[in-house]
């Protein structure tokens, strides 16, 4: 009888983790409802390698909201490109462009990468946006 309890709860402890890894390595991108005075910024990405080219990235925000648009293209393999502070984490399939539009509306300077291993990605952010 002890058998079949400890059984059911690592069964348990597994369906939890499960449930909560979807969650965590799900795409996501914030709501980008623009202000009527946004300032509007395209940064073109190339997802290689398992990494971002450019490597660095900057902005000016001037005072008001910023409205990026990363189109992020990914050769080779699929990619999943993500910006942790700010919320967006988006999968690119290989061959194709994805465009991924942000508000960003303080300044600071972000991590952001390119990955292969949708696991890995908020420990292999290897770009920087800086936006002022």
């Not at 449930?19 to 965590?24: D, I, P, Q, T």
């Amino acid at each position: 009888m002890q058998l079949q309890r400890g059984h059911g709860v690592a069964i348990l402890i597994v369906l939890v983790l499960a449930a909560g890894c979807g969650r965590l390595f799900a795409d996501r991108t914030p709501a980008a409802t623009a202000p009527a005075d946004v300032k509007r910024v395209t940064f073109d990405i190339l997802a290689r390698d398992n990494r971002c080219e450019p490597a660095v990235l900057a902005a000016d925000r001037e005072g008001r909201a910023l409205l990026i648009t990363f189109h992020v293209t990914s050769a080779g393999k699929r990619h999943v490109f993500q910006i942790p502070d700010l919320g967006v984490r988006t999968t690119v399939p290989a061959g194709t462009e994805v465009s991924i539009p942000v508000i960003a509306d303080r300044s600071g300077i972000y991590s952001y990468g390119c990955t292969g291993l949708a696991w890995l990605g908020p420990l292999d952010a290897r770009g920087k946006l800086a936006i002022k």
